[in-house]
């Protein structure tokens, strides 16, 4: 089974910075694509930053310019740097992963981590 843990969330005034990072581990084959996302109370969860394997992202135009999302290298690893954060940045943080995974057959899953509650205060 594919397992994806997510850190760095916490607190932080406004125009400070965060880095979240998310690391997957199980019978990974290969990693299709990466992605964060946030959900904040009484609202839908939402697409923040997201890059392919070729390493093509696209970002929510709410975070372009302040977000940064990158990969790690050869490591199952994705990461989302948080610059000149905002109050309504405030929410749970959420890392996706498409992936190939093996056992017994081939397999393309969809994973979530736990999430990480990023807080922003003014």
């Known amino acids: 089974q594919v397992q994806l843990v997510e850190s760095g969330g916490g607190l932080v005034h406004a125009g400070g910075s965060l880095r979240l990072s998310c690391a997957a581990s199980g019978s990974i084959f290969s990693i299709n694509t990466m992605a964060w996302y946030r959900q904040a109370p009484g609202k839908e969860r939402e697409l923040v930053a997201g890059i392919t394997t070729g390493g093509t992202t696209n970002y929510a135009d709410s975070v372009k310019g302040r977000f940064t999302i990158s990969r790690g290298g050869a490591k199952n690893t994705v990461y989302l740097q948080m610059n000149s954060l905002k109050p309504e940045d405030t929410a749970v943080y959420y890392c996706?992963?498409?992936?190939?995974?093996?056992?017994?057959?081939?397999?393309?899953?969809?994973?979530w981590g736990q999430g990480t509650l990023v807080t922003v205060s003014s």
């Open positions: 996706n992963m498409g992936i190939t995974s093996r056992g017994t057959q081939w397999e393309y899953l969809e994973v």
